[in-house]
């Protein structure tokens, strides 16, 4: 018999907190009810939808470090570099297009001498460099239409900016140079929160530009894909071998990544039973479609299966039984008839 639909969307908006990890609404209200709770169930359902259908996803990253160069040398260089000594045209925050080497020099003096100034040397950061990109074949006009809208909702508050595209690489990407002071004083000190949360905004402007594009953690898509570093693939290049770079996981690290995805994997579990659960076919259709993503995550070729101990004997971890149990759910291991779940977890407030 199915759950009510107030039932079932409780326990998706609960169990979506936890898997997207950023609350789905700005303001928690006390309980799992009222008028916000179909809104909040209805946008969790749509990300799940661009999630399942492996929407491509964006990329947002901060590409200086605090330990590197600062100063107005520093940013001067990175200008260059952007605008290919002025041959890309540049965008400003009041949408001015900057282009040849006047320009530059023009955009050059603005930032050292004007608001708060730039000292030719610093010990902090003067800018954070951005790059915004999406996989090759995105179409290149939205990216930019999206970046600009993107740069304008998140820095829009009187702060300096330029960005420029850069249509030389298969993948279309823009550099988006921010002061770190703004008009205010105040200055730009963004965490791994505020990261996602760009993320976030740069997918959602370019799905209103057209463009199909998702934002969601690494762990919530079971992607156990390791990335060089810009350091190792420089030391690589020149033929040096890294110390501490493997390309290959050994044993010890491979546990630790397959930990890292358990209870990830766990809220899966919740996500599909609930809706599993819904009297709306669209819903079970979902739960079926989630089986076939967990079952196709490159996660999964972590198991240690047969080769680790049982949870009851080995496990430390609160949550590692319900996860091997979400497991065997999804690929057939058999489990006492005592310990297989029945029914959803129940809803729990918000507060």
Known sequence: MPFPRQYVDALLVNWGDRLFHEPLRHVRAPHLTGVALPRD????????????????????????????????????????????????????????????????????????????????????????NLMLSMPAGTDRAAVREASRAFAREIFGDGRSYVFAQHDDQPHPHVHLCVRVRGPDGRCLNPRKRDLRTWREVFARQLREHGVDANATPRLVRGETQRFRTQAVVRMQSRGVAPRFYRSVLDERATMVLWDAHIETLAVWRGVAQALAHSGIPEDRTMAMDIVDFVQHMPARQLDPGATRLEPATECSHRDRPVAHGYIAHFTGRQRSVDDRPTVPDPPFDRD
Do not use: C
């Open 41 to 128: 169930a209805l946008r969790l359902r749509e990300r799940l939808a661009l999630t399942l259908r492996r929407a491509p996803e964006v990329m947002v990253k901060i590409t200086n470090r605090a330990s590197g160069a600062q100063g107005m040398g520093a940013v001067r260089r990175h200008l260059q570099y952007i605008s290919r000594d002025g041959h890309v045209e540049l965008e400003d925050q009041d949408e001015r297009v900057l282009v040849g080497d006047a320009a530059l020099q023009d955009l050059f003096d603005e930032w050292r001498w004007g608001g708060w100034g730039m000292p030719e040397e610093s010990r902090r950061r003067e800018t954070f």
